[in-house]
């Protein structure tokens, strides 16, 4: 799942669900520094993006009490560079063919990860795990440190989640009441109301400016609606997601189904049903017409409870939101796309020489360091037990909510752990629900083996030709029919190399 930052009063809330908040348990103190001084300590560098994180007064992304407690309980000097999320990928590229120094470097970009692989730019980590990384080993399941290993070497530390989808349909409640309507269950009835709530002016003000369905630029927020024809697509990748017919392994975005709902969505779009600047709207457009109270229907994130729809609610308390099922299509089919376990890759670029010094920060805070600096250090009072009930103070965990970023590239399977958090966040805001709603419909991914070289050399293209046809299919500059010259020039620009690949790989795993 990527993740996003917005300027919302809410959303500010929603950058600090990606840490948890709890309490701390035979921490170490920050300030016990590990045996030699700190001008002993081996140096090392590390590239994450910036995120939009805020420090507190006289604090920055090297002066802060997070990095200061894993310096001192590592015996490290660990030198953070932030280049801007805005073309972070780009930068990154810079920096890997200008022979910079740096010791690992973060990228959520699965297709640029195998690329380095494919130029020989990493260097493999397996010694320095046996050697270095017991608590990391144990840390991350086998599947995700599969996804990170070609022939049988790992070249990244994965970051992995527990949460395997985003999106889940939620409506303004208070407009269905007004316009006498029951949720929508199909993809019949969730037209109606749609329709019904652009048409009858559900808020009242005698303007024709509510939106009957939200969704955003490259397909974002679209999930559940080919769900409903029972493809798995995800719109930032048209290589990632696969399903088996017939005994082999076909990609979701050049199903048949697919261009079925493409004609459905079309279809909205043309009766003005779809927000008409869809093609146009990042996340942070979505959020703020949320907020502003113009959309009836979007495809929440697990987290927008707290985000644009506890925005809304405040600026409208008449405002109400609800979960809804996902649309079922005429086949009965539902559900939402499933992500990767694995959400980022850490990798050591082969001119680096400490490696060995890049695990022992990573088995720290992954391992031992791990509920610290997740929770907060004792001082801090972000969190407290009682009664063995996990509370939180969220003013106090807003202050130090830049302590997320380590958490961003050191982030280990704790599911259990992360399902107290999540009921500590507030019952009201319904997170754990929503993550159990979307786990409980996820349409998965037949594939689940590593990036494959022409993942990393086609990947970006392939998903480019499908963002741009689809988007066009939709809003009806091209024909509908025009899908089936997309299903050759997939096939024809990488997509039968890949498809080749993933089979080969699915083979050798059922063995």
């Given at each position: 799942m990527k993740k996003t930052v917005s300027v919302l009063v809410g959303t500010t809330m929603v950058g600090s669900l990606l840490a948890a908040c709890g309490a701390t348990q035979n921490a170490p103190a920050a300030g016990n520094a590990a045996a030699g001084g700190a001008d002993k300590r081996e140096k090392i560098?590390?590239?994450?993006?910036?995120?939009?994180?805020?420090?507190?007064?006289?604090?920055?992304?090297?002066?802060?009490?997070?990095?200061?407690?894993?310096?001192?309980?590592?015996?490290?000097?660990?030198?953070?560079?932030?280049?801007?999320?805005?073309?972070?990928?780009?930068?990154?590229?810079?920096?890997?063919?200008?022979?910079?120094?740096?010791?690992?470097?973060?990228?959520?970009?699965?297709?640029?990860?195998?690329?380095?692989?494919?130029?020989?730019?990493?260097?493999?980590?397996?010694?320095?795990?046996?050697?270095?990384?017991?608590?990391?080993?144990?840390?991350?399941?086998?599947?995700?440190?599969?996804?990170?290993?070609?022939?049988?070497?790992?070249?990244?530390?994965?970051?992995?989640?527990?949460?395997?989808?985003?999106?889940?349909?939620?409506?303004?409640?208070?407009?269905?009441?007004?316009?006498?309507?029951?949720?929508?269950?199909?993809?019949?009835?969730?037209?109606?109301?749609?329709?019904?709530?652009?048409?009858?002016?559900?808020?009242g003000n005698g303007k024709n400016d509510t939106i009957g369905l939200l969704m955003g630029e490259n397909l974002i927020r679209t999930a559940p609606f080919f769900g409903a024809f029972g493809v798995p697509l995800a719109g930032n990748s048209a290589v990632s997601q696969w399903v088996e017919r017939n005994g082999t392994l076909v990609n979701a975005a050049i199903l048949p189904e697919t261009k079925e709902a493409l004609r459905y969505m079309a279809g909205l779009y043309k009766d003005k049903i779809i927000d008409q600047e869809w093609a146009l709207n990042k996340n942070k457009n979505i959020e703020e017409k949320v907020a502003s109270g113009k959309a009836g229907i979007f495809s929440a994130t697990w987290f927008d409870t707290r985000g644009p729809i506890l925005t809304n609610t405040k600026n409208d308390p008449k405002a109400e939101w609800i979960p809804l099922e996902y649309p079922v299509g005429k086949d009965g089919k539902s559900g939402t796309v499933s992500s990767n376990m694995v959400t980022g890759y850490s990798i050591v670029p082969a001119t680096s020489k400490r490696a060995n010094e890049v695990i022992k920060m990573f088995n720290f805070a992954n391992g031992k360091g791990h509920e610290t600096i997740k929770f907060g250090l004792p001082e801090h009072n972000i969190s407290s037990r009682k009664d063995g009930k996990l509370t939180m103070n969220f003013e106090e965990h807003n202050k130090h909510v830049y302590r997320n970023n380590i958490l961003d590239y050191a982030a280990p399977w704790d599911k259990e752990l992360d399902y107290e958090r999540l009921d500590a966040l507030g019952p009201e805001f319904k997170l754990k629900d929503n993550v159990t709603r979307i786990s409980n419909a996820l349409i998965k991914n037949a594939y689940n083996g590593p990036v494959t070289a022409g993942m990393g050399k086609n990947g970006v293209q392939l998903t480019k030709l499908m963002q741009e046809t689809f988007t066009k299919i939709i809003m009806g500059n091209l024909p509908v029919d025009d899908f089936d010259k997309f299903v050759t020039q997939w096939k024809s620009q990488g997509g039968d190399e890949i498809t080749k690949e993933v089979n080969e790989n699915h083979k050798k795993a059922k063995k």
């Open positions: 560098s590390i590239v994450h993006p910036n995120v939009g994180r805020k420090f507190l007064e006289n604090m920055n992304e090297n002066n802060n009490p997070y990095q200061k407690y894993i310096n001192d309980n590592t015996n490290l000097d660990i030198r953070v560079v932030y280049p801007p999320s805005d073309g972070y990928q780009d930068k990154l590229n810079v920096m890997m063919s200008s022979g910079e120094e740096n010791d690992m470097v973060y990228t959520q970009d699965a297709s640029w990860f195998i690329n380095m692989v494919n130029q020989k730019a990493l260097q493999p980590l397996n010694d320095a795990i046996e050697k270095h990384g017991a608590d990391l080993k144990k840390s991350i399941p086998q599947e995700a440190w599969d996804a990170v290993t070609v022939d049988g070497k790992i070249y990244a530390i994965p970051s992995v989640t527990y949460i395997l989808g985003n999106d889940l349909m939620y409506v303004r409640k208070d407009w269905l009441t007004k316009l006498g309507l029951q949720p929508p269950k199909t993809l019949d009835e969730y037209v109606n109301v749609m329709r019904q709530f652009v048409e009858k002016d559900p808020d």
